[in-house]
């Protein structure tokens, strides 16, 4: 984990409601159902639905930090998802990306080099 630096880039994206698909995204998190992995308990975009509103803006794992001035922080998933479905048929939505910034560019280790013959 220390050859790559994680920055995160906060950015706000501004979702027009579609009458079909909504806003076109699916979240997930929150700390009543933590990342199975890291335990991470922040709102993520799980889902964006490809021509929705959100193709293009956003992506899978984006962190959701605010819906419409609401801050998203430590809160369970069904906040979140009302929130969403508050915001009638416009919702501004500020996120957080990370940006992997490689430090040292390093080979990814694949398994053809490998001809130490065990």
């Not at 915001?87 to 501004?92: I, L, N």
């Amino acid at each position: 984990l220390g050859m790559e630096d994680l920055r995160w880039e906060q950015f706000t994206v501004t979702l027009h409601k579609d009458s079909k698909k909504g806003f076109g995204i699916a979240v997930s998190g929150g700390k009543d159902n933590p990342h199975f992995e890291n335990g991470e308990t922040s709102i993520v975009i799980s889902d964006v639905l490809p021509d929705g509103p959100a193709d293009g803006l956003l992506q899978d794992f984006d962190r959701v930090v605010m819906v419409n001035g609401t801050l998203l922080d430590n809160v369970t998933h069904s906040f979140a998802v009302q929130q969403l479905r508050k915001c009638g048929k416009v919702a501004t939505i500020v996120l957080k990306r990370p940006r992997k910034v490689p430090v040292v560019t390093l080979q990814s280790p694949s398994l053809d080099h490998d001809d130490r013959g065990y």
